[in-house]
């Protein structure tokens, strides 16, 4: 069958997705993974569906190549987070194409992938393309909500049908741009994370009777502590890796960073006073492992003092650092009269070494179409679906392409779960090409570093 061009049909997957409201929870991606599975169907592949739990639908498509080189698996999660539609300027799950952007919740997180990898698989099938690899597409459900009745269902049920060598999916393959330079970050490596109750207990009373050592008290204290403390420093290479080459590309907007990162601890503390910077929060996150006091529980009656409060600690840990250090911070701040139990943890991951043909190719297909730009590693505070997707061994990059324009007022860092979420149209059929070329050269197909138009068919 006759296909619209890669960027014409990226735009109206991506439009149609972004119109089904697939907010986790409750999630219902099953619409979501339906539309896709006609696209793949119309152009005679046979997507697969699997449910841990009735409409959180996950898909999983191959497109066979030779076999001579192991599958690349694309991926991409369906279910989005909330979207207070009082906020936004056009209705969240209205799909509008409105000033050169297609507006919705999901655009940049991430409806954008699968519809670009949706696209590429059609046009690999309808024009019998074989690559020396399968090209997996496994579209997720639940990431917004730790990944249970997704890649981590997958993984653990339906390995075999998404085992390949390397994987793309989020975060990174966007424009950043710094002072004069432009950057395209690719995840390379990711924080742990550790869910940690805290426990305290106090002498119980009568709440007429004020005491100092009452749970609640001593609660308040902790959590006054925890806000405040800084935790230790660690570095790791990957975010020294990515400060270089941002000192190579920027020594004036950068060279204060270098000199303070002699002096760690200055760094972390300067980029966390910063107000209202969020790429200074950011980066802070970077340089040690967090603990942010999220749930608090105390009490049930106002006229009686409880004898235990509780609250629950989100701890993130940095590569190379383990749930027990972690712990081990934890208690230097808190102190021994705070009972720490870990409720839920996964570890650090990180793609090693950074360097391999797909990187390699990563590189020259972004670089070739933007002289001037660099491909960065870097590394993500938060998780994705690469904690579950990696345990089968693939190398995972984060890497969704896509060009935003300097000027163009938009921000990545502030579309991801932001209000106005949008994606550039422009920057969306930028982001299939390269995808599509990436794909076609790490499966052996020849490809210069260029548009690969004159292919649709
Ligand atoms: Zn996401």
Known sequence: MALPSLADDTKRLCQSLLRIDTTNPPGNERP??????????????????????????????????????PPLLLSAHLDVVEADASKWQRPPFSGDEHEGCLWGRGAVDMKHMAAMSTAIIRRLAATGTKLDRDIIFAAVADEEAGCDLGARFLVENHRSKIEAEYALGEVGGFSL???ES??????????????VKARITGEPGHGSMPRLDSAVTKLGEALMRLGKAQMPVHQTKYVMQFLDMLRQQQPKLIQPLVKLLARPQLLARVARLVPGVSVARSFSALLSN???????RAGAKTNVIPGVAEFEIDG????????????????????????LEIMKSAPPIVTEPVASPLWDVITRQVESREPGARVVPYLIPGFTDAKYFTQMGARWYGFVPIKIEKNSGIRFADMFHGHDERVPVAGLAWGVEVLDAVVREISGAQVQGESFESAAG
């Open 316 to 339: 993130r840990t940095l590569p190379g650092q383990t749930d027990e250090d972690l712990i081990r911070e934890l208690r230097a701040v808190l102190g021994e009269g705070v009972e």
């Open 290 to 296: 967090t603990a942010s006091a999220t749930v608090v």
């Open 182 to 195: 432009t950057f395209y970050p690719v995840q390379v490596a990711e924080k742990g994370f550790v869910w």
């Open 32 to 69: 979501a993974a339906e539309l896709l599975a006609a696209a793949f169907r119309e152009v005679g592949l046979q997507p697969e569906l699997f449910e841990a739990e009735p409409n959180r639908t996950n898909l999983i498509v191959r497109h066979r190549g030779t076999g001579a080189q």
């Open 177 to 179: 741009h710094l002072g």
